[in-house]
């Protein structure tokens, strides 16, 4: 009887400290919609693993961001992001679809999870940050416009060591602000977002270049308005 009382105690603080964290975190997702992030834990960990050099990083709204910029990162990273609810199902199939015919494993994660993770997570490939990681997008999808997402997504990603945020990448690489990007530009940005410690948008790699070349055509094919209405 005391070890059935002690499993129900034990279960019950569980729960209410599960609720709770959930609550916290859903009330803090809820306040990001309004409010700017000040930092990521991105930012938070290359501070803390770094050599004490400061973060080029510098906050300005979807409206002062040339609207190749987003339309570049869609194209690039995320192509169903106007319809998904935050993860894209259909892609996750597809991808264990191929791994299981001996493909590969590739990355199905939407711009949605990306946030979500420079936000709030560690880098890393487990099963445990990849559960957490869809948890919080599926959150955020519901409590931002996707218009937010991508606002948030575009001032908090990293494009190269230190450099976070379109604005500071933009005056980095190109020394202009965000809102004079052009398409080239902005699909140059984009092209290094899967691994921006290792490719680079000032000495792009034969890589580089070809997917700035791939990005810009689906660029053109998803068009200008694609992201009209979101």
């Known amino acids: 009887m005391a070890k059935a009382s002690i499993g129900v105690t034990l279960v019950r603080w569980l729960s209410i ?50 609207p190749w910029m987003p339309l570049a990162v869609v194209a690039s990273e995320d192509q169903r992001f106007p319809e998904h609810w935050g993860v894209d199902f259909r892609a996750i199939r597809q991808a264990v679809s191929e791994y299981r015919a001996g493909e590969g494993l590739r990355g199905a994660s939407t711009i949605t999870q990306q946030t979500a993770k420079n936000l709030f997570l560690w880098n890393g490939r487990s099963f445990a940050r990849k559960g957490l990681e869809a948890v919080l997008a599926l959150a955020i999808d519901v409590l931002w416009p996707k218009a937010r997402v991508l606002e948030v997504y575009l001032n908090i990603a990293e494009f190269g060591p230190g450099v976070y945020g379109v604005e500071a990448a933009s005056h980095a690489y190109f020394g202009k602000s965000a809102r004079s ?10 092209a290094v977002l899967p691994n921006p410690k290792v490719l680079s948008v000032r000495s792009p790699s034969s890589y580089v270049r070809d997917r700035v070349d791939w990005i810009l055509g689906q660029m053109a094919q998803l068009g200008r308005g694609y992201l009209r209405e979101i």
């Open 17 to 66: 400290t599960f609720a709770g964290i959930a609550a916290l975190c859903f009330s803090i997702i809820l306040l990001l919609r309004f409010f700017d992030p000040p930092t990521s834990a991105f930012m938070v960990a290359y501070q803390m693993q770094g050599d004490g050099s400061p973060i080029a990083q510098q906050w300005v709204p979807l409206s002062e961001i040339s």
């Open 181 to 190: 990007l052009s398409a080239y530009e902005a699909a140059s940005l984009a």
